[in-house]
DNA sequence: CGCGTTTAGTCTTGTCGTGAAACTTATATC
DNA sequence: GATATAAGTTTCACGACAAGACTAAACGCG
């Protein structure tokens, strides 16, 4: 149904009337499946505030309160789950820091469900739950709703649906997604359905090793199994240093958080950051910098031309260092990056919301909602006990 | 419109009941939109030849003889045109074998028009042109119809379109696409619509220098310029020669035709091609192939993992290497794809056949017949006399 | 040979979604 | 207060589709 999908990407700003010039449907279509869709609980009206001549329109926004979405993370130094209603907004959230790696799967994720239970315990009462999402650092089966290997946490052939059962229903969807690429969602869409400033990026996350994301059109290209954009295992010099992987001279093993710290002589993550900022860094901390950037703007410059791309997004450990990385990184950049002299490589950095992966899970939710707001309609009708014990 | 897309996925194995099966549409349905379809001259009834109980039903094909499909090319060794029908036959075609390097590009373009028009001309009378589309090696702006940039032919900032415009009306879509990602669409599919056993790959076109093309679920990732698969120039080594583009150890400056000559001492292609198939090449020979062997799997590692494939097909002059070439590029994907323990990467060659880029050209144009029927059948009924001319 | 069975395809009917256009409502301007 | 303008609603007719009955064409068994 567009027309849920024209009112999220731009909430409070379209009435009616414009939703009708934005899809090409005539206003009375509109009318009919907006009152639709405030009936069902995922729209709302706003005040009609607006200025000028004829009736003014009815402002149009995500409904809050009715439907929430679930999204949990697993990674290697913490669980974090959030509970967000269709607006985006953080009802609620839980953060719990641990090292995971080498953890058990299965009572990890039995600690996981418990925390998404009490956040959504925490959140409101008397709304809907859409969907409960788990994202997670490694390779996905989506049909099967098994993770078949997380490096980083040291897990493989680990079944996540079943810790999600107890919300699994009908009326609510599970499932689970490549962490990398629920983070890229979240920085392409501020909100939920509601595209930012980037259409079309590539997303590298610095966490221990180096992810990537790549966003095309709005669309994460997460691959067949979410194992798209490992970025951290492009080969930037086939007589480099050997990686965790087997593989020689993989990114990762040059500009990764521990390969930063052993080449440039320092056990603590802040002091390196520190020092990366101060005026004038000792020669070893320049050079592993200067590496390090190099190599990054190699490794990048495959993804931009492959993709076709001309926008870099550097979270996690390479956005903390990012000033002192840059140079090198728009040196290669500009050498190699083929549409470069039709389109400037532009690199911004962001840093990273706390747990971004959590996020991107719980959007997940909402997409399907936005995909067939219909399907969720017909549930609400098949089952209207459950709304009306709410009132 | 599914049904169409249906019938050309499976030509001459579909009737109307599987169809209904296949779609999820009664029989009803697709009986009266397969009737039009057959009326419209889209799709034709083969002889009921059925085996079982029962009614034996009526196959469906693409119907030959009422439309046709333009697809032209230029590239730096040749002209080509190609007519083909429906179902992918080939009706009429040109090659014209020609050095373009340098040359004028409106000229050129000129020249390759007038070889449409004597292709269209070969062809059998009195069937509805479709489309007229150009494969071009560069950067294109599909909107604008302009070529941006094509290095090898040394044109840049060429429109396109007007040199088509005696085939554009409202009856006949002209447009222009990248020629490895047209080239990659005839691997895709072996015949319109028609999905081959490859779902998602890459496709490297070694030419002059080496392109490539990624195909993610029988879908051409072509990049918002055609610009995307530009693995000839992902560095494969930091420190190797310079390549044309001014970077340093591209695969293209290692694996280039150009550079394989130069590194084995010979300046035939064909003499090294012969000498390579040799049981015992020498010194030289053998260094180059394994050199280049190891930066095309590197490259590729990239690629494979960046984009979660699996899939590799070499063409072009690396097809023509491949059994030198293979051993030292599985040895590379074997250690640096991720996804290999769980899917193991398969090389596959294809012999590139005279101008895929142009027939790829072609098939866009049954493409976007496959991609909404409706509109053809509408403009066929709003000019009944073209078609009442011909009978 | 004839009749029942099975499967393909068509025909009829009712429902639902949509667009066209008239109508109502709410505001600004004169 | 009259008029213009724009938003939103109502009415109506059309068309696409599904459900299900019906016809057509093959096979197999008595």
């Known amino acids: 149904?567009?027309?849920?999908?024209?009112?999220?990407?731009?909430?409070?700003?379209?009435?009616?009337?414009?939703?009708?010039?934005?899809?090409?449907?005539?206003?009375?279509?509109?009318?009919?499946?907006?009152?639709?869709?405030?009936?069902?609980?995922?729209l709302a009206e706003d005040d009609p505030a607006q200025r000028g001549r004829g009736r003014?329109?009815?402002?149009?926004?995500?409904?809050?309160?009715?439907?929430?979405?679930?999204?949990?993370?697993?990674n290697v130094g913490h669980l974090a789950s959030y509970v967000i209603d269709l607006a985006g907004r953080v009802l609620a959230r839980r953060f719990v820091t641990d090292d995971l790696a080498g953890s058990d799967a299965d009572a990890t994720l039995a600690r996981l469900a418990d925390l998404g239970a009490e956040t959504l315990a925490d959140a409101p009462a008397g709304a809907h739950l859409l969907s409960a999402h788990v994202a997670l650092p490694g390779i996905v089966d989506h049909d099967a709703g098994v993770l078949l290997?997380?490096?980083?946490?040291?897990?493989?052939?680990?079944?996540?649906?079943?810790?999600?059962?107890?919300?699994?229903?009908?009326?609510?969807?599970?499932?689970l997604d490549n962490e990398a690429d629920c983070a890229a969602l979240t920085i392409a869409q501020p909100a939920p359905g509601y595209p930012g400033d980037l259409d079309s990026f590539?997303?590298?996350s610095g966490n221990v090793g180096i992810g990537s994301s790549t966003v095309l059109g709005g669309q994460v290209l997460a691959g067949r199994h979410g194992w798209a954009g490992e970025l951290g295992h492009v080969c930037v010099d086939p007589d480099g240093p050997?990686?965790?992987?087997?593989?020689?001279?993989?990114?990762?093993?040059?500009?990764?958080?521990?390969a930063l710290l052993a080449a440039s002589g320092r056990d603590d993550w802040d002091v390196l950051v520190a020092d990366a900022a101060a005026p004038d860094p000792d020669p070893?901390?320049?050079?592993?910098?200067?590496?390090a950037g190099r190599a990054l703007g190699i490794a990048l410059s495959a993804a931009l031309n492959l993709l076709d791309l001309s926008h870099v997004v550097l979270g996690g450990?390479?956005?903390?260092?990012?000033?002192?990385?840059?140079?090198a990184v728009r040196a290669e950049l500009d050498t190699r990056v083929l549409s470069g002299p039709f389109e400037p490589v532009q690199v911004s950095v962001r840093t990273a919301a706390e747990a971004p992966g959590a996020l991107g899970a719980a959007y997940?939710?909402?997409?399907?909602?936005?995909?067939?707001?219909?399907?969720?309609?017909?549930?609400?009708?098949?089952?209207?006990?459950?709304?009306a014990a709410q009132a």
């Open 1 to 42: 149904m567009l027309v849920a999908q024209a009112v999220f990407a731009r909430p409070g700003e379209f009435t009616r009337a414009d939703v009708a010039g934005a899809t090409g449907m005539t206003r009375s279509t509109v009318s009919r499946l907006v009152d639709q869709l405030v009936a069902g609980g995922i």
């Open 56 to 74: 003014p329109g009815v402002p149009l926004r995500p409904a809050p309160g009715t439907f929430v979405a679930l999204g949990l993370e697993a």
């Open 149 to 175: 290997r997380a490096p980083n946490l040291g897990w493989s052939q680990v079944a996540v649906l079943p810790h999600l059962a107890r919300w699994a229903s009908e009326r609510t969807l599970t499932g």
């Open 202 to 204: 590539v997303y590298v």
């Open 242 to 258: 050997v990686c965790g992987c087997g593989a020689r001279g993989c990114l990762e093993a040059v500009a990764g958080r521990r």
């Open 284 to 291: 070893a901390l320049a050079a592993a910098l200067t590496r």
């Open 317 to 327: 450990h390479l956005a903390e260092l990012a000033d002192a990385l840059t140079p």
């Open 364 to 387: 997940h939710g909402i997409a399907t909602l936005l995909a067939d707001p219909a399907r969720v309609l017909a549930d609400e009708a098949s089952e209207p006990d459950a709304a």
